[in-house]
């Protein structure tokens, strides 16, 4: 019980960091859509995620999904990594690390 | 202040809904000539999500807030649409 | 006249990215980088929809019924997606030739991946 209470901070802060990344993603998505040039650059990466119990995974694909460039593609058969398509893959390292340093940790303070 | 009496200004109404109908007529260009069949299915899970702006923006010209309940409906049952197209593609593809 | 104010934004707002949802689908190459605007746009115009919708009927059930309308279509936009992109790329669809890399294609992850000679014989046959 107690436990849960402390969550609760948490998954407000969740919830404003959800709003917060989906309206960035959808100007980034306007500003693609209306240049006259394509300026995307796109890919699809294999990550490996530290997420492991069901609830975790689905805030993760349902956040990378709703983040500025990606979506969530596929996830292996042993569960140990996902495949993601990003409209700004300059360098695949630096891709993953922005998804595993900025959204699996915030997966990972939040959800059990 | 009452909000019973507030209405939405007629111009804006009229964009709001221009602007939908130009997006789902360019949705059902895309249905149409789409290349391939994904490319078909998103083209109809947009205008799914077409749909629900249309009945919402709807309900709010017309002050009928009941016209909102046909949004959820639309909104619980085009998912499984889209589900239901995927994973035929699937099944035909594994056998 | 201020709420009026309020209400007239979100809709204009709403109805701008539904339509820029749709001009994405016909202007980007294929079909993976058509799901990053089917996807975001469309959900977050619904939701600007029904924020003004909350804004103009200011009372209970209408709230209740978006707040239900929301959190469905943010938990099954993400996997309508990922469901159709996955079936795209099991059918081998045409993928841009500027994609940089692509670490699907060649996995054995995937149980059952088919080669593209497979798929024709399986469409022919």
Known sequence: MKKILFKIPHFFIFILFYLKEMVKANFYLARDILSPKMRISPGIVKINIRANSDNRILALFNLITMTPGSICMDISDDRKSIYVHGMYVKDRDSFESEIKEGIEKKILEVFE | ?95 | ?125
């Open chain 2, 1 to 95: 202040m009452m909000t019973d009496h507030s209405v939405l200004p007629d111009w804006v109404a009229f964009a709001a809904l221009t602007m939908l109908a130009v997006a789902m007529l360019l949705a059902l260009y895309r249905l149409a000539k789409g290349p391939t069949l994904p490319d078909r299915i998103v083209a109809l899970d947009l205008i799914a999500s077409l749909t629900i702006g249309f009945t919402i923006v709807f309900a709010i010209y017309t002050q009928q807030v009941r016209y909102l309940d046909i949004a959820a409906i639309v909104a619980l049952v085009i998912f499984i649409g889209t589900v239901a197209y995927a994973t035929y593609l699937k099944k035909k593809y594994y056998d």
């Open chain 3, 1 to 125: 006249m201020i709420n009026n104010l309020i209400v007239s934004f979100f809709v204009l707002a709403g109805a701008f990215f539904s339509l820029l949802a749709a001009v994405g689908v016909i202007r980007f190459p294929d079909v993976y980088t058509r799901m990053h605007a089917a996807t975001k746009a469309p959900a977050f115009g619904i939701l600007l929809f029904l924020i003004a919708a909350v804004f103009f009927f200011a009372d209970f059930y209408t709230s209740a019924i978006s707040l239900m309308i929301v959190v469905f279509i943010f938990l099954t936009a993400p996997v309508a997606s990922h469901i159709i992109s996955r079936v795209a790329h099991l059918l081998n669809t045409e993928i841009w030739s500027e994609t940089s890399i692509d670490e699907l294609a060649n996995d054995a992850d995937i149980i059952g991946k088919k080669s593209p000679a497979e798929i024709s014989d399986a469409e022919n046959g």
